[in-house]
């Protein structure tokens, strides 16, 4: 089956830890597989701790976020002043509160950089974990250390028996920018250490872009499989159009459709604030629907078993007017029930508001049973 993960977590502008609980917990409530806590305001020990131990979910985290932040707010540093080992002991110190994934930007170097800025790109560098690492390797002049220093990092995370998700810090930001040298370089990179993580014992997935038109999804999917051995596939979207906010949940769900139904194994949602603010309860439990309905379009297709079965049978509940079989088989129970509610539906005929008595399953059934009674 095709899993969704849920971003959630608070910025500077907007920090409450009662409100994130409740964002995760209406995420698991709505078919989140995993979590992931991008907290980057208050504080954040204290959020990650209470997610980790309110939530029956897969939590994931983004270390360095935290590691810059308390660089910036603790030790009065500035973000490029972080040393080597305060982004280590970043890492460990998630993962020794009990995630199970941590996002590393390992394939973001001065090389794929480089290719980056002679290609020339509209947005550069979307991801927040690529802009840090791009900005210190600037300043200190230096390798990116989760790449110099790989087996440092597998070396942790194969003590904690944690999975690496390798993020993808030159992912598009545009679909202009969608499937350009910088991304594909590192997709490479990408590639290399994943033989060397799984040499060492390490599990590990990919990340993926991103904004990317409807005709090149599949095409990226089949160059991250080919490329990365095979190793999950965990996309962001892919958003398929710049032009929706307010509505990327939609184009998310547009283009993780496509990309799960040609290989991609894991679907982080996108909320309708996606480019607009940190996302509501409401926007949270929004995007988890729209990617699960993603999710199991594509298992339709890949032949999930009990994917088709779950569609027969809402079928044939519409097809009896059966409605509390159809409520009980919605991806959004809640949802169905009270839109029915709300319509003022006349309860004799059966139907909903839009044909009444002239339903064209009534019309059917009606003619069914008067042909059987003749029989």
């Not at 190793?231 to 307010?246: C, E, H, K, Q, S």
């Not at 079928?315 to 959004?332: S, T």
Request: charged share 25%; net charge negative.
């Amino acid at each position: 089956r095709t899993k969704v993960n849920a971003n959630i977590g608070t910025s500077k502008d907007d920090v409450s830890i009662d409100k994130e609980l409740e964002k995760a917990k209406v995420a698991v409530a709505a078919g989140a597989d995993a979590i992931m806590d991008l907290s980057t305001g208050g504080p954040i020990d204290e959020i990650r701790a209470a997610i980790i131990n309110q939530t029956q979910a897969c939590i994931g985290s983004v270390p360095l976020y935290q590691a810059a932040v308390d660089t910036v707010t603790r030790k009065n540093k500035a973000m490029v002043d972080m040393t080597v080992d305060e982004i280590f002991d970043g890492i460990v110190k998630h993962l020794d509160d009990g995630v199970d994934f941590i996002t590393v930007h390992c394939g973001v170097t001065r090389a794929t950089v480089e290719r980056m800025r002679n290609e020339g790109r509209v947005m550069e560098v979307v991801s927040r974990g690529g802009s840090f690492t791009c900005e210190w390797m600037a300043h200190n002049e230096a390798e990116n250390p989760l790449y110099q220093y790989y087996d440092r990092l597998l070396e942790i995370v194969r003590e904690y028996d944690a999975t690496l998700s390798l993020g993808d810090g030159f992912r598009p930001g545009c679909v202009a920018d969608a499937t350009d040298r910088a991304q594909i370089h590192e997709l490479i990179l990408l590639g290399e250490l994943t033989q060397r993580a799984w040499e060492a014992g390490v599990q590990v997935m990919i990340e993926g872009p991103g904004h990317v038109p409807l005709n090149q999804i599949e095409a990226n999917i089949q160059l991250q499989k080919r490329l990365c051995h095979g190793a999950p596939f965990y996309v962001l979207g892919p958003l398929v159009t710049d032009i929706a906010p307010g509505y990327d949940h939609i184009t998310c769900a547009i283009g993780g459709t496509v990309a799960a139904a040609a290989g991609a194994d894991f679907l982080c949602y996108v909320t309708p604030s996606e480019h607009l603010r940190l996302p509501t309860v409401e926007d949270v439990h929004e995007g988890v629907m729209a990617t699960r309905i993603a999710a199991h379009a594509a298992d339709l297709v890949k032949q999930v078993p009990g994917a088709w079965e779950w569609d027969l049978n809402m079928a044939q509940c519409r097809k009896k007017l059966d409605w509390e079989g159809q409520f009980r088989l919605a991806i959004d129970p809640d949802k169905a029930r009270r839109l029915r509610a709300e319509s003022g539906v006349d309860e004799e005929h059966g139907a909903c508001t839009m044909c009444g008595e002239f339903c064209a399953y009534k019309v059917m059934n009606e003619r069914a049973a008067k042909e059987a009674a003749g029989r």
